[in-house]
């Protein structure tokens, strides 16, 4: 049973191109959950999503940042025109049940240069 | 007042001893705490789960909480130097959003041979 897959597992954008974050689930889990971890912070909550419904994005920036979980496919976190600020490690986390903690993928390192 | 507090030490523990990490949240109505363990450049890693008041007990790794004083512990036993490591604390509650776990900023852990 394979672990939460995440890729690529490194990103290096230019400032202003768009990044895009893939995300498989646990099988099985149908609950995806994105989190973003800057240097020395703790990981700070963006959105949680079920198959094709975005079901809490309090935690994302309301511009240049979206993400979707398709009926087919893994989710996607999408960062538009990135800016230095958005260089940092995120981090997709699948659980068979909200009430469940989660198995975290092995992240993405975005870097903005 | 931070919704979970952890001292972001570092905390130093000769091998073979105790390790204690403290943990403590504002939402009253929590009611699913995590301890994750994250090694520098990796994801984080569930260890520890606890739903209701004492103490629960997984080989090394016992987790306390004490939901009246919004608590929640984690003792390693003979700690060992692959125990070094930052130990984030997560907590569910209503207050956070059922459908989103809130971490500490972690305390980083050295075990001293």
């Known amino acids: 049973n394979a672990g939460v897959m995440q890729n690529p597992r490194h990103l290096v954008r230019r400032r202003g191109q768009e990044a895009r974050l893939r995300c498989s689930p646990m099988k099985g889990h149908s609950h995806v959950y994105w989190y973003r971890q800057l240097p020395e912070e703790g990981l700070k909550f963006m959105v949680y999503l079920q198959k094709e419904n975005i079901i809490d994005e309090s935690g994302m920036p309301k511009e240049r940042f979206s993400a979707e979980f398709p009926k087919e496919g893994p989710s996607i976190l999408r960062i538009q025109q990135v800016v230095r600020g958005d260089s940092a490690a995120y981090f997709c986390?699948?659980?068979?049940?909200?009430?469940?903690?989660?198995?975290f993928g092995s992240g993405t390192r975005l870097t903005v240069v | 007042q931070k919704e979970v507090e952890q001292n972001s030490g570092p905390l130093s523990v000769p091998e073979g001893a105790i390790a204690s990490l403290n943990c403590t949240y504002s939402?009253?109505?929590?009611?699913?705490f995590f301890w994750y363990r994250q090694y520098s450049g990796k994801s984080p890693e569930l260890i520890m789960s606890i739903y209701s008041n004492g103490d629960k007990e997984d080989g090394r790794f016992t987790a306390q909480l004490n939901k009246a004083s919004q608590y929640v512990s984690l003792l390693i036993r003979d700690s060992q130097p692959s125990d070094s490591a930052t130990y984030l604390c997560?907590?569910?509650?209503?207050?956070?959003?059922?459908?989103?776990?809130?971490f500490g900023t972690g305390t980083r852990l050295t075990i001293i041979p």
């Open positions: 939402d009253r109505g929590s009611q699913s």
């Open positions: 986390a699948s659980s068979p049940d909200k009430s469940y903690g989660y198995t």
């Open positions: 997560a907590v569910n509650g209503p207050n956070f959003g059922n459908e989103k776990l809130t």
